[in-house]
Structure formats: C-alpha cells, structure tokens
Nanobody, 124 residues
Framework: VQLQASGGGSVQAGDSLKLSCKTT????????MAWFRQSAGREREFVAG?????????YYADSVKGRFTISKDKNENTGYLQMNNLKPEDAAVYYC?????????????????WGQGTQVTVSS
C-alpha cells in the first residue's frame, strides 16, 4: 500500500494550499484517511480525518476547524486537504495516513499506512 503526498509549498499568511494524497485502490478502500503534521521539535499531531464507513464523517483539530477541509476523489484514488487562511503556526511537514486500526483519531499509532511528508511553510 502506497500513499504519496504532494502540494506543499511556501505561502504568505492568509493564503491557501491544497494538499493531495495519491493512494493505491487498496489504500483508498480502507476505512479511513487522515492528515497529520509535524513541525520541528514537536510531536506529530492530528489535523483532519474522514471515516468512509460512516458516510464520510469528518473530524478536525480545533486549531484548523473552519479553515481546513478534508475530501476525496474516488475516481482518482486521491485524498485532499484544502487549507485556507493559513497561519504561520500551520507551518509543518504534512503527512497523509490510511487504514485506521486504533480508536483514537489523535494518535499516529492508530494508522497503519503513511505517505512521505510534504512541507508547508507560512510566512507572516
């Protein structure tokens, strides 16, 4: 199972970016997908998740609610994270993950499959 994240870049505060997570069909048919992020010196933290089995129920970290949107394109086996009104504190390496086996959305150990990260830099 492979996941490939892309779409990161350097932007100004207030700008938008859309991250993509290209997967294999097997990964895409798993029960869930999520985005995490990790900045220097900090632990990897949950950003957003979507649970296919519950009709696409979404979950967001409080820090990104109202600004970020997680979605998917089934035909392209690709997941997305639309990030609007970016803030300097959103700067991090963003990772996509699939196949949730643990109970907590907030724990990276709940997810089996991971893509490589994509860097997001936000300047003020």
């Amino acid at each position: 199972v492979q996941l490939q994240a892309s779409g990161g870049g350097s932007v100004q505060a207030g700008d938008s970016l859309k991250l993509s997570c290209k997967t294999t069909r097997r990964a895409f048919s798993s029960n869930s997908m999520a985005w995490f992020r990790q900045s220097a010196g900090r632990e990897r933290e949950f950003v957003a998740g979507v649970e296919w089995s519950s009709g696409g129920r979404t979950y967001y970290a409080d820090s990104v609610k109202g600004r970020f949107t997680i979605s998917k394109d089934k035909n392209e086996n690709t997941g997305y994270l639309q990030m609007n009104n970016l803030k300097p504190e959103d700067a991090a390496v963003y990772y996509c993950a699939a196949q949730k086996i643990g109970s907590s959305w907030y724990s990276p150990s709940s997810f089996v499959n991971w893509g490589q990260g994509t860097q997001v830099t936000v300047s003020s």
